[in-house]
């Protein structure tokens, strides 16, 4: 795919697609969107993709990725934030959680993304969050960190970033061990992964925790190296060689910029179009 890479802190020109059937559009002033995607390594594209209906299988059983070969391509969730935030003309995704006032939220089928339609399971375009780390080498502080992450002790930090928490009943007592763990992997996770970090640091002063953020498909691969101790993933996990949690159940929110008022609703196949390349103007929204 002939995608363009948007830095961090670049601003976003480029006019690609849209499409629709029955939305909450205002026709006075359309125009084209700026189609806005994550990176081929993130789980919160893949498990967009796969919601949405971008995934096609040739006849060799090989899945290929429909999204518009014209799509602003960034590689985290703060770069779309901040690109969204500048472009009047963009639509984006990102997880729930990082949602913050420079950017809004939209419907998709007439449904807000928020904690209670999430559970509720209103809300359509939802993933899990998880961690892992390799089964045959994993040390004591890995597992001691997932048992904490999984505890009812953890649960109200968890719930307290608007995620759907998954986790049991089981109070988390501290082992009193020593070490250092490395985690890295999807940016969607780093926020609620720092706070659960820095808790567990305070319930075992002989630990450090680093957390480090990239994209889960990179998080995996450093697990697999043994170059960190734990992943973090934003997309279903299937692999033997791993053993993962999840922890919390997260929404993937559809944006646009706020001075974008012809856009409040879409439905999701007009989401689907869009990132298709199939409707290039609001015009087109009906």
Not at 239 to 246: A, G, H, M, T
């Amino acid at each position: 795919m002939a995608k363009k890479i948007l830095l961090l802190i670049s601003t976003l020109l480029l006019i690609t697609s849209c499409t629709g059937k029955k939305t909450n559009v205002n026709k006075s002033k359309n125009f084209d969107l700026t189609v806005t995607s994550r990176e081929d390594g993130s789980g919160t594209r893949k498990s967009f993709i796969e919601q949405v209906g971008l995934i096609k299988e040739d006849k060799n059983g090989n899945y290929k990725d429909l999204t518009t070969d014209n799509s602003m391509v960034i590689n985290s969730t703060n770069g779309v934030l901040k690109a969204v935030g500048v472009d009047k003309t963009a639509i984006a995704y990102v997880s729930l959680t990082s949602l913050d006032d420079s950017v809004k939220a939209i419907k998709i089928d007439g449904v807000s993304p928020n904690k209670n339609t999430i559970e509720s399971g209103e809300y359509k375009l939802q993933r899990p969050f998880g961690l892992a780390y390799k089964k045959d080498s994993a040390k004591d502080l890995s597992k001691d960190f997932l048992e904490y992450v999984k505890s009812k002790s953890a649960k109200k930090l968890i719930e307290d970033e608007g995620l759907l928490a998954i986790t049991n009943e089981k109070e988390y007592k501290s082992k009193n061990l020593k070490g250092k763990l490395t985690i890295t992997g999807s940016s969607s996770l780093s926020s609620i992964v720092e706070k659960l970090a820095e808790n567990y640091e305070k319930l075992n002063k002989n630990v450090e925790v680093e957390v480090l953020s990239n994209e889960s498909l990179t998080g995996l691969k450093n697990v697999k190296d043994n170059v960190v101790d734990i992943a973090m993933v934003s997309n279903k996990l299937q692999d033997e060689n791993l053993f993962s949690e999840i922890f919390a159940i997260d929404g993937i929110a559809i944006i646009v910029n706020k001075d974008n008022t012809q856009i409040n609703d879409l439905t999701m196949e007009q989401l689907r179009d869009i990132y298709r390349g199939e409707i290039k103007n609001t015009g087109e929204l009906k």
